[in-house]
């Protein structure tokens, strides 16, 4: 926590000004009243100095731009969507998927698409590999395949990561 003002009991300071230029070791209270007239704050910014350094400055625009910064660094966290189809899904169906995968990809998620077979389907797995080979078309100009399409079980599985 930094003390601003009337905060600051210490006394001599070490005083920086608004433009960073040093304006040597000051008296708390000439230093708060170089803040006063300039209408600013007097922030400790190194209170573990010997004497401690306090500068003269806007704090709420500084707090401001503290809290910008540190938003502004926050990463975005990539998630693992996965997106299940069956080998025999519509041509509207299929499009919708496609569609909401854009839309993760767009949010930098990485798609996991899951073609799942059931019963009978699985004489057919060539089926479900022309739907995910169609889904790599489709998805050619936004993704690239991170890990192509592969039996596991009784699912083919790729996955697709934003370019």
């Known amino acids: 926590?930094?003390?601003?003002?009337?905060?600051?009991?210490?006394?001599?300071?070490?005083?920086?000004?608004?433009?960073?230029?040093?304006?040597?070791?000051?008296?708390?209270?000439?230093?708060?009243q170089q803040a006063r007239?300039?209408?600013?704050?007097?922030?400790?910014?190194?209170?573990?100095?010997k004497p401690p350094v306090c500068r003269i400055m806007d704090y709420g625009k500084f707090k401001y731009q503290q809290k910008k910064r540190q938003h502004k660094s926050h990463a975005h966290q990539s998630k693992n969507k996965e997106i299940r189809l069956r080998p025999k899904i519509g041509e509207h169906d299929l499009v919708?998927?496609?569609?909401?995968?854009?839309?993760?990809?767009?949010q930098k998620d990485k798609v996991v698409f899951s073609v799942v077979f059931r019963g009978r389907e699985n004489?057919?797995?060539?089926?479900?590999?022309?739907?995910?080979?169609?889904?790599?078309?489709?998805?050619?100009?936004?993704?690239?395949?991170?890990?192509?399409?592969?039996?596991?079980g009784r699912r083919i599985v790729a996955i697709f990561a934003p370019k």
């Open 123 to 152: 004489a057919h797995v060539d089926e479900g590999y022309k739907v995910v080979g169609r889904i790599v078309q489709e998805l050619s100009d936004l993704a690239k395949v991170e890990h192509p399409p592969s039996m596991q």
């Open 37 to 49: 007239e300039a209408g600013l704050d007097l922030v400790e910014v190194a209170p573990q100095e």
């Open 1 to 32: 926590m930094q003390r601003i003002n009337e905060q600051i009991r210490i006394t001599p300071i070490r005083v920086v000004g608004q433009d960073g230029s040093q304006l040597g070791v000051i008296e708390t209270a000439g230093a708060l």
């Open 96 to 106: 919708t998927k496609i569609n909401r995968a854009r839309e993760f990809l767009g």
